[in-house]
């Protein structure tokens, strides 16, 4: 199994909503990341887990908060968002956290925030 | 400063019609280039991992190849099923999380 499962596929949410991204990998993979991706531009990292420990957050805002509940599992919880967070929103994992590891890909969740 | 710069910004091609796409870097040190396919509303899928000047790999009709400053994503015989925009990334000098190019979106035309 090499896929990283994210769900929901689609989101429409208001300003004063909370609701939460999931994502899910079974590759044994020790290192989960978040990224965001506007359209026509590159994805850019929010997040990184190692060993299910956070280390690295890329001074995201508070109203995007992450969890990893267990080594497979990654949510973002989303709350109070503005609609300038619209964009498509990725997990990937790898196996180490060190730089020059490949990533695998979800397939995201398009979210718009209303 | 480490950067990817990735060229042209939109490539459009005629089915069959063999073409190249550019991705320089100026890291130092690198630690391998990377290669991913977006398509629309997906996250990106990957394609090579490239670590040394010389080096070349190859997926059906994709042929990566890296010098010192930069590589090269060679399309040959493009069909349709091709068109997606083409991400290169290296880990910058000093820190590990991927550095991305603006990618450059091809278009095959039948």
């Known amino acids: 199994d090499t896929e990283v499962t994210q769900t929901p596929k689609h989101l429409v949410m208001g300003m004063t909503n909370k609701k939460s991204l999931k994502c899910e990998q079974h590759m044994g993979h020790r290192a989960m990341y978040w990224y965001k991706q506007k359209a026509k531009k590159p994805p850019e990292l929010m997040f990184v887990y190692s060993y299910e420990k956070l280390s690295i957050n890329e001074s995201v805002p508070s109203r995007f908060s992450p969890e990893c509940p267990n080594s497979s599992l990654l949510n973002l919880h989303l709350h109070a968002l503005q609609p300038e967070d619209s964009a498509l929103y990725l997990c990937?994992?790898?196996?180490?956290?060190?730089?020059?590891?490949?990533?695998?890909f979800g397939s995201g969740t398009q979210l718009s925030v209303l | 400063e480490d950067q990817v710069t990735q060229s042209p910004e939109a490539l459009r091609l005629q089915e069959g019609e063999s073409s190249s796409l550019n991705c320089s870097y100026t890291?130092?040190?690198?630690?391998?280039l990377f290669w991913y396919r977006q398509d629309p509303g997906k996250g990106p899928e990957f394609l090579f991992t490239l670590y040394s000047a010389g080096e070349e790999k190859e997926k059906e009709r994709l042929k990566a190849t890296l010098t010192k400053k930069e590589s090269f994503l060679h399309i040959t015989a493009p069909k349709p099923e091709d068109s997606a925009t083409y991400l290169c990334a290296v880990p910058p000098t000093n820190d590990y999380k991927l550095s991305f190019g603006a990618g450059t979106t091809v278009t095959v035309r039948a």
């Open positions: 990937a994992s790898s196996q180490g956290e060190q730089g020059g590891q490949k990533l695998f």
């Open positions: 890291v130092s040190g690198l630690r391998g």
